[in-house]
């Protein structure tokens, strides 16, 4: 049974033509290192994966400086990252089984080996709020399970999804302690409540659809995309009502971030573009790439609200300015605050 869904149409707005002014872009030291799993942590700094390289890196946006790190385990497979509250870095091995941490003040690796073999952790979230916080959770896309782990005992719990191979991915968590993932194989959005052990699902269309996502904004509603039909979807938990907004048409979007004030950012590989939501206006606004084929496949909000995503067409990560973006205030007056010259 389908859940109740309201249709609105939004505006599109499009910034191609400054997003020069707007983006930046650096260069990795490899090429192909394929930059992958990016996360901005609260001191501004940006962490990723390098795929290829089996490292995991860290870029300092003032010093310009980076740093990479060796995985312990070789061709670990990692793919995402999530940072706590106190700094750790977390990330899933998918081809390794394994859960890893990394200390910026020490430097140091620490992997925990998942309990159940060819789990493929593929998502993660390290809970910041509400009864989960200080722990992390991951899903395991071929376990099909939904893992917690308590990072002071060092101890694992797996909880097994209903519904039967149904390839779980992109992991968030809301303040009442719930996990909120896709399930990509059967077209359904999962909810796992940590509190009373219990999971819920929803079928999300009547047409399989490739399903990306998840975040959950400041009011709780959880946010996801489908691809086929181009529609990102605000889905109300409390009355399983939906509303669906028409993406402009892509060739599929791969990752979806919030930022401070509720703005969902999509990020599209293929179409070489990362793009806004207001979600106060309805509007979409898109950013082009300066550099074409840079397939961008990961991002991430920094603390000042920019925007970092990784490129792994052309070895590079880059930032959109948001800050020179004013908030859109309406449907039919859209303020942006130009770079300079730009009408040169």
Same mark, same amino acid.
């Given at each position: 049974?389908?859940?109740?869904?309201?249709?609105?149409?939004?505006?599109?707005?499009?910034?191609?033509?400054?997003?020069?002014?707007?983006?930046?872009?650096?260069?990795?030291?490899?090429?192909?290192?394929?930059? #992958?799993?990016?996360?901005?942590?609260?001191?501004?700094? @940006?962490?990723?994966?390098?795929?290829?390289?089996?490292?995991?890196?860290?870029?300092?946006?003032? =010093?310009?400086?980076?740093?990479?790190?060796?995985?312990?385990?070789?061709?670990?497979?990692?793919?995402?990252?999530?940072?706590?509250?106190?700094?750790?870095?977390?990330?899933?091995?998918?081809?390794?089984?394994?859960?890893?941490?990394?200390?910026?003040?020490?430097?140091?690796?620490?992997?925990?080996?998942?309990?159940?073999?060819?789990?493929?952790?593929?998502?993660?979230?390290?809970?910041?709020?509400?009864?989960?916080?200080?722990?992390?959770?991951?899903?395991?896309?071929?376990?099909?399970?939904? @893992?917690?782990?308590?990072?002071? =005992?060092?101890?694992?719990?797996?909880?097994?999804?209903?519904?039967?191979?149904?390839?779980?991915?992109?992991?968030?968590?809301?303040?009442?302690?719930?996990?909120?993932?896709?399930?990509?194989?059967?077209?359904?959005?999962?909810?796992?409540? #940590?509190?009373?052990? =219990?999971?819920?699902?929803?079928? #999300?269309?009547?047409?399989?659809?490739?399903? @990306? &996502?998840?975040?959950?904004?400041?009011?709780?509603?959880?946010?996801?995309?489908?691809?086929?039909?181009?529609?990102?979807?605000?889905?109300?938990?409390?009355?399983?009502?939906?509303?669906?907004?028409?993406?402009?048409?892509?060739?599929?979007?791969?990752?979806?971030?919030?930022?401070?004030?509720?703005?969902?950012?999509? @990020?599209?590989?293929?179409?070489?573009?990362?793009?806004?939501?207001?979600?106060?206006?309805?509007?979409?606004?898109?950013?082009?790439?300066?550099?074409?084929?840079?397939?961008?496949?990961?991002?991430?909000?920094?603390?000042? &609200?920019?925007?970092?995503?990784?490129?792994?067409?052309? #070895?590079?990560?880059?930032?959109?300015?948001?800050?020179?973006?004013?908030?859109?205030?309406?449907?039919?007056?859209?303020?942006?605050?130009?770079?300079?010259?730009?009408?040169?």
């Amino acid at each position: 049974m389908f859940f109740g869904r309201l249709f609105i149409a939004a505006l599109l707005f499009s910034l191609a033509d400054v997003s020069k002014e707007l983006i930046v872009e650096y260069s990795l030291p490899v090429e192909n290192a394929f930059p #992958t799993g990016l996360a901005v942590d609260d001191g501004g700094k @940006v962490w990723f994966i390098e795929y290829n390289e089996n490292k995991l890196a860290m870029f300092d946006p003032v =010093t310009k400086a980076l740093e990479e790190f060796a995985i312990p385990s070789s061709k670990s497979g990692s793919m995402d990252i999530s940072i706590d509250a106190s700094g750790i870095v977390w990330f899933v091995e998918e081809d390794a089984n394994i859960l890893a941490k990394f200390n910026p003040k020490t430097g140091k690796f620490k992997e925990y080996v998942l309990p159940t073999p060819k789990t493929k952790p593929a998502s993660l979230i390290a809970a910041r709020y509400g009864p989960i916080a200080g722990t992390v959770w991951m899903v395991g896309w071929q376990g099909n399970v939904v @893992v917690g782990f308590d990072p002071k =005992t060092e101890k694992f719990s797996e909880y097994k999804i209903p519904t039967k191979n149904s390839s779980p991915y992109d992991i968030t968590a809301d303040t009442k302690g719930r996990i909120w993932f896709m399930e990509r194989a059967v077209g359904k959005l999962g909810m796992f409540d #940590t509190v009373s052990k =219990t999971f819920r699902e929803w079928s #999300t269309s009547k047409m399989l659809q490739s399903l @990306v &996502g998840t975040v959950v904004d400041s009011k709780g509603f959880v946010w996801y995309s489908r691809i086929v039909d181009y529609v990102l979807v605000r889905f109300n938990p409390e009355t399983g009502q939906t509303k669906d907004f028409n993406i402009p048409k892509n060739k599929g979007t791969q990752e979806l971030a919030i930022d401070g004030k509720d703005n969902i950012w999509l @990020v599209q590989s293929t179409d070489n573009r990362v793009i806004r939501f207001a979600q106060k206006a309805a509007i979409f606004q898109i950013f082009d790439l300066p550099t074409g084929k840079s397939k961008p496949n990961s991002l991430g909000v920094g603390p000042d &609200g920019s925007v970092w995503f990784t490129e792994s067409g052309n #070895t590079r990560i880059g930032v959109l300015d948001a800050a020179k973006l004013a908030d859109v205030k309406s449907k039919l007056r859209v303020k942006i605050k130009p770079p300079k010259n730009i009408f040169r």
